[in-house]
């Protein structure tokens, strides 16, 4: 009886044991799991970013491979693809803001600049490629970039443990994924010189000029289309990029040479412009507002202000609302059915607050790729 006793007792403790050895291993596999999963999701999205750019990169070169010029090599376009990839634009210094908008504007036309001439050198003078190839080259950019910052943080929390960092940054890989996809799908959308959701401002514009009377052409700005037409007896004056190449062109200095080379006072500027929805909004709705409709760094939207503003001019906008991705890659039903009723909503509005025998301008803000004038 005893010996059965002491049996029984011995059973109940190796259970008991077994159970906590069970438990910590549970836990302790627990916690590991939680600890690497972020750092193994990490690791996933680096490689689907890696083929990206591998893909995107391959992409373009046959792109510019079938557009080379004679003596250039596969292996040239190669290498100027590699180079670009890295290639930097550094921010002047903001310690006296005084000036710093020219300063801007001064950097981003050496910017452009020597984008084209990199692409000018393997394909000639084909402009339009330049620009396209040129525009798809910047979203392969802003990819490896993206890349080069995801993988130094991933870097950073293996080696010093930091596993919330690992934890927070994989947290927002679902919208990375979609600014990194956006940004694939506008590097073909660019090669392919389709309009893209960015193009919702020109388009507006170009649709207008459609509707006016003896059209008359102002070419004295670089990339930029002036146009100046009649509108039921209203002068109309129309600035936008020129297409059907990937560009933005230079609004204020169409802006500029509008009321400093014409001598025109118009009784409104008015913008039209792609932006970024909310997400509790529909992709298409429209927002009008006063102020100058105008994304990027603001050293365009600062002349344009500064211009109408010495004029004492009021400025209108209309926005067309859409996701990033929306904006980065071809233009959707949606976006394309707003850009006709914004078209609409600007006559409409011109009709109504500018008299016959008064001047309106009309700033189509945004690429201009795919849309001509």
């Keep these: 009886m005893m010996l059965q006793t002491t049996a029984t007792g011995s059973g109940i403790w190796s259970w008991i044991i077994t159970m906590i050895v069970w438990f910590l291993a549970i836990y302790i596999y627990q916690e590991f799991y939680y600890i690497q999963r972020p750092l193994w999701q990490i690791g996933g999205f680096l490689s689907y970013l890696g083929q990206m750019i591998r893909t995107a990169s391959n992409d373009i070169g046959n792109y510019l491979d079938k557009l080379r010029k004679q003596g250039v090599g596969r292996k040239e376009v190669d290498e100027t693809i590699r180079r670009m990839l890295d290639f930097t634009v550094i921010t002047p210094t903001s310690l006296d803001p005084f000036g710093i908008v020219p300063k801007y504007k ?152 509008v009321f400093e080379k014409l001598g025109v006072k118009p009784k409104y500027v008015i913008t039209v412009d792609a932006a970024l929805k909310l997400e509790g909004e529909r992709t298409g709705d429209i927002a009008e507002g006063v102020g100058v409709a105008m994304g990027g760094i603001g050293a365009e939207k600062f002349n344009i202000e500064t211009i109408a503003t010495k004029y004492g001019v009021p400025l209108y906008a209309f926005l067309i609302k859409m996701r990033e991705a929306e904006a980065l890659t071809a233009m959707t039903k949606d976006v394309y059915n707003a850009v006709q009723t914004v078209s609409k909503r600007v006559v409409d509005f011109i009709k109504e607050k500018v008299q016959p025998g008064e001047a309106v301008l009309l700033i189509g803000v945004g690429n201009t790729v795919g849309v001509a004038q």
């Design 106 to 257: 001064n950097i981003l036309n050496a910017y452009e600049t020597t984008s084209e001439s990199e692409v000018a050198k393997l394909i000639g003078d084909n402009d339009i490629a330049i620009k396209n190839a040129s525009t798809a080259l910047e979203a392969l950019r802003e990819i490896n970039f993206l890349y080069k910052v995801v993988d130094h943080y991933y870097r950073i929390a293996k080696k010093y443990k930091l596993y919330v960092y690992a934890m927070q940054l994989s947290m927002l890989l679902p919208l990375l994924k979609e600014v990194s996809d956006a940004l694939n799908g506008a590097v073909s959308a660019f090669m392919k010189g389709l309009p893209v959701g960015d193009s919702a401002g020109p388009l507006v514009a170009y649709n207008v000029s459609r509707l006016c009377s003896q059209l008359v052409y102002h070419d004295s700005v670089k990339d930029t289309a002036i146009m100046e037409c009649d509108l039921e007896g209203r002068r109309l004056y129309i600035v936008k990029a020129k297409g059907p190449g990937s560009t933005v062109g230079k609004p204020d200095e169409g802006v500029e040479y």
